[in-house]
T-cell receptor, first 114, second 114 residues
Framework: EAQVTQNPRYLITVTGKKLTVTCSQNMNHEYMSWYRQDPGLGLRQIYY???????DKGDVPEGYKVSRKEKRNFPLILESPSPNQTSLYFC?????????????FGPGTRLTVT | GDSVTQMEGPVTLSEEAFLTINCTYTATGYPSLFWYVQYPGEGLQLLLK?????DKGSNKGFEATYRKETTSFHLEKGSVQVSDSAVYFC?????????????FGRGTSLIVHP
């Protein structure tokens, strides 16, 4: 089954404690991305990657890091989380350049930083 | 750059009412257009898509027609159900120009009352 998986689904942490949210896709997609979703603000892109070792900032990259060492994985790293990073996070992937390219989303990770 | 504008919500309807959610876009060239749906507690999933002008995408009783002349892709359903309560996102995906980064609207929340 084609899917994007994220872990963990729920995470409560404290300010300053480094954390990683993993993301993996099994569709051999080149393009992967991270979004955060906050009430009234819609989806905001954090980082994206066009392929292995190619990453770029989205609209709200401050406080986040990513890496793309393998095609299937695209972890999101919060080196020193702060309460304003409390949000719902989605990983997504798509087959770049394909006509009618559909974006596939993970189930989301709800992060609370206290 | 590319952009997608959709009507703000929430849209509140009674069961069996007619639904329209407006979406307009700005893009270079001829993108593919999509509607995604996010049910409570879940990630976004594709609802329907259209890849060229005058195409009509349809699924689960929802329809949207790619209108190049008005750069619109309005979502419609003739008779909504309580189970349609969700957040709906309009999106586009470029099909040329070397950049295949999808662009999403802010989402429109639909609440259907029995």
């Amino acid at each position: 089954e084609a899917q994007v998986t994220q872990n963990p689904r729920y995470l409560i942490t404290v300010t300053g404690k480094k954390l990683t949210v993993t993301c993996s896709q099994n569709m051999n997609h080149e393009y992967m991305s991270w979004y955060r979703q906050d009430p009234g603000l819609g989806l905001r892109q954090i980082y994206y990657s066009m392929n292995v070792e190619v990453t770029d900032k989205g609209d709200v990259p401050e406080g986040y890091k990513v890496s793309r060492k393998e095609k299937r994985n695209f972890p999101l790293i919060l080196e020193s989380p702060s309460p304003n990073q409390t949000s719902l996070y989605f990983c997504a992937s798509s087959l770049a350049g394909t006509s009618g390219g559909v974006t596939y989303f993970g189930p989301g990770t709800r992060l609370t930083v206290t | 750059g590319d952009s997608v504008t959709q009507m703000e919500g929430p849209v509140t309807l009674s069961e069996e009412a007619f639904l329209t959610i407006n979406c307009t876009y700005t893009a270079t060239g001829y993108p593919s257009l999509f509607w995604y749906v996010q049910y409570p507690g879940e990630g976004l999933q594709l609802l329907l898509k259209a890849t060229k002008a005058d195409d009509k995408g349809s699924n689960k009783g929802f329809e949207a027609t790619y209108r190049k002349e008005t750069t619109s892709f309005h979502l419609e359903k003739g008779s909504v159900q309580v189970s349609d309560s969700a957040v709906y996102f309009c999106a586009l995906s470029p099909r040329s120009g070397g950049s295949y980064i999808p662009t999403f609207g802010r989402g429109t929340s639909l609440i259907v009352h029995p």
